[in-house]
């Protein structure tokens, strides 16, 4: 596509369910991004995807926390176990290389109640 | 609870000004820089880049400035517009290779409101 598709948009939850964010990247991009933004604060890293290496989770808050990527496409974010402070927008982004042409898709804004 | 929205900066100009938008960075040893522009419900959206061997850069209306000695990065926008209306967040990336390759560490972010 066009730019970078995340979904859903908006998810709500209760709190000690699990929840899956998808990103679609745009085609042919290497590098995928995921980053948490918490209402009226700046973007904090979570993990990224480069090619075939493997990932820096260094972002991760906590091991309730994962992602997966399908070769250079389709990205996953999982979040087991929801707590009310996991509230907040978790943005995808991706690049050809590194961090030229970094693009972001519009984020899922997820509440947990 | 916290109001976290309050803590950031905010700037209110009048459509025509001239805006400047501030920014300290953290790591002397990042080499590129990267303004962004966030409008309600959407994700950050590029403006301007700069590497850290150039003090200055320009686009259209835009203009980043690199001070690197006391690590401060600015954003002039000329002519402001209330389309200009939004949040910008400087954003820096510690080098090419190694682990922290393509991973930007972003600041806190300026709301710009733009008066008509």
């Known amino acids: 596509g066009a730019g970078v598709s995340q979904s859903p948009s908006n998810k709500v939850t209760e709190k000690g369910k699990d929840v899956e964010l998808r990103c679609d990247p745009i085609?042919?991009?290497?590098?995928l991004y995921w980053y948490r933004q918490r209402l009226g604060q700046g973007l904090e890293f979570l993990i990224y995807?480069?090619?075939?290496?493997?990932?820096?989770k260094s972002g991760l808050p906590s091991d309730r926390f994962s992602a997966e990527r399908t070769g250079e496409s389709v990205s996953t974010l999982t979040i087991q176990r929801t707590q009310q402070e996991d509230s907040a927008v978790y943005l995808c982004?991706?690049?050809?290389?590194?961090?030229?042409?970094?693009?972001f898709g519009s984020g899922t804004r997820l509440t947990v109640v | 609870g916290e109001s976290v929205g309050l803590h950031l900066p905010t700037l209110s100009v009048q459509e025509g000004d001239n805006s400047i938008i501030n920014c300290a960075y953290s790591?002397?040893?990042?080499?590129?820089f990267i303004w962004y522009k966030q409008e309600s419900g959407k994700g950050p959206q590029f403006i301007i880049d700069?590497?850290?061997?150039?003090d200055k850069r320009q686009g259209q209306r835009v203009t980043v400035l690199l001070n690197k000695t006391v690590k401060h990065l600015s954003l002039q926008i000329a002519a402001t517009q209330p389309g200009d209306s939004a949040v910008y967040f400087c954003?820096?990336?510690?080098?090419?290779?190694?682990?922290?390759?393509?991973?930007?560490?972003f600041g806190q972010g300026t709301i710009l409101t733009v008066h008509p």
């Open positions: 790591n002397s040893a990042s080499d590129y």
């Open positions: 700069i590497r850290s061997n150039m």
């Open positions: 982004a991706s690049s050809l290389q590194g961090f030229y042409g970094y693009t």
């Open positions: 995807f480069q090619g075939n290496s493997a990932p820096d």
């Open positions: 085609s042919g991009h290497t590098a």
């Open positions: 954003a820096e990336n510690l080098g090419a290779g190694g682990t922290s390759y393509g991973k930007l560490t």
